[in-house]
């Protein structure tokens, strides 16, 4: 486990530009997927939600979510009207949609 969690972090770390290796492999793939289906590269727009999942009671991080009733985390996901992704962020439960997804595009 050390050395996959040494390469996460070093793939994870971002560059002079503010951009992890994760982050460019994510953008060129979704860039060239685009192309290929005969989209502009740079996306004009995206579809936010989020999903509550409930994880176990030992987690160390997790929030209970009002609305669903659930106990555990929050998946925000912004994609593109051809289902690729563009920003994701994971979260407590317990932060609203509004917040989760502004957290997500600040990262994004």
Do not use: F
């Not at 192309?35 to 929030?63: F, L, W, Y």
Request: contains cysteine; aromatic residues 6%.
């Amino acid at each position: 486990w050390q050395l996959c969690y040494y390469y996460y972090n070093l793939w994870r770390t971002a560059d002079k530009d503010g951009e992890s290796l994760l982050d460019r492999a994510m953008r060129e793939l979704v860039e060239a997927e685009r192309a290929i289906n005969g989209r502009d590269p740079k996306t004009t727009m995206t579809t936010i939600d989020s999903k509550s999942v409930k994880n176990t009671d030992t987690a160390e991080e997790k929030g209970h979510g009002a609305g669903k009733k659930i106990s555990g985390v929050k998946l925000h996901i912004g994609v593109d009207v051809l289902g690729l992704p563009h920003a994701m962020a994971v979260t407590t439960a317990n932060v609203t949609d509004r917040n989760g997804a502004l957290e997500m595009i600040e990262y994004a």
